[in-house]
């Protein structure tokens, strides 16, 4: 048995999400294989036939097996099923929206938000906002498993030299249609793929100033921006930036906080970064329990000091 990686993708590349989805399959199983479904796939394929550790690459292509819509991809992922004890996705908007179709019908539990494989049986999810580290053993015959791609480092994009086999694309089922899509277009890192973030929260007070005092400074380190559910509620930030349980996960090399209190719900989404700047004029702000560097201080003077400083 091995096992298989559904892999992500735009159908010319693959998202990086894949490549620490395919490090956890490594851990579960020595036999990797990556289903691409898609339409006009052949790139995104390709690259996935070149990651260390493939051995096998799947190929289903149909205009129907575009977007990503979950019936259909499901439904490509049971017709080659049968041969993987592993079926695991990013636990990602797209792969959360597939995997439990498939768990349900092979009629398995599904194991969400692994972030630790300790046995091919035995895996470490969080709980509780991250509170909490639950173990857990499944019995079932198929594991079926969202992969929490800031647990695991990427697997190398390139030294591979798997076969691309060509595979059956099912019918349509006919149950959901791709309309259209309105994507926000920015020059800035996509965020869960940021190596820095410089996030603000709720005191930066209005939308002018969010922008006003922390695009300067994302500018200056070539990072992405993010907010806490706070500033986006209030509209200062778009809801593309959240960061936390309800929003991304993120774990760049260094997260900066900006007005951020550290609420339970927006440090499940950030603690696992590497290095945690906080600029709080609070001492008790929670947000200085994980950061590794602390800066009481009004954001409104630090920040446009670190600016000029840089």
């Known amino acids: ?58 190929h289903a292509d149909a205009p129907h097996l575009d977007h990503g ?17 592993h079926i695991l996705f990013a636990a990602t908007a797209a792969g959360k929206n597939v995997a439990p179709r498939v768990a349900a019908l092979l009629d398995v539990a599904q194991i969400s938000d692994a972030t630790k494989v300790l046995a091919p049986d035995t895996f470490e999810r969080p709980i509780y906002a991250g509170n909490a580290i639950a173990t857990v053993q499944s019995t079932d015959a198929v594991k079926v498993i969202t992969v929490r791609t800031t647990g695991f480092d990427p697997a190398a994009a390139t030294g591979g030299g798997a076969a691309v086999q060509t595979v059956a694309a099912v019918a349509d089922a006919g149950k959901s249609a791709f309309l259209g899509s ?16 410089v996030s603000g929260g709720r005191a930066l007070g209005s939308s002018d100033q969010f922008n006003a005092v922390l695009t300067p400074l994302a500018d200056k380190l070539g990072a992405a921006l993010g907010a806490s559910r706070a500033a986006v509620d209030a509209g200062y930030a778009p809801n593309d930036w959240q960061v936390g349980q309800t929003g991304k996960i993120v774990a760049p090399t260094l997260y900066i906080a900006a007005g951020i209190s550290g609420a339970i719900q927006h440090l499940a989404g950030m603690k696992d970064s590497k290095v945690i700047v906080a600029i709080n004029k609070d001492p008790e702000a929670p947000i200085f329990s994980v950061a590794d560097y602390g800066l009481e201080a009004d954001l409104f003077a630090a920040v446009p000091e670190l600016v000029a400083s840089l």
């Open 69 to 85: 819509l979950a019936e259909n991809v499901a439904a490509q992922v049971l017709a080659v099923a049968s041969g993987y004890s």
């Open 182 to 197: 309105e994507i926000a277009k920015s020059d800035r890192p996509e965020l869960t793929a940021a190596k820095i973030i």
């Open 1 to 58: 048995m091995a096992a298989l990686v559904v892999a992500e993708h735009d159908n010319a590349s693959l998202k990086g999400g894949t490549l620490n989805t395919v490090a956890a399959a490594l851990a579960c199983d020595g036999d990797v294989h990556v289903l691409v479904a898609g339409t006009g796939a052949a790139g995104a394929a390709a690259a996935a036939a070149h990651i260390a550790g493939v051995s096998k690459v799947l």
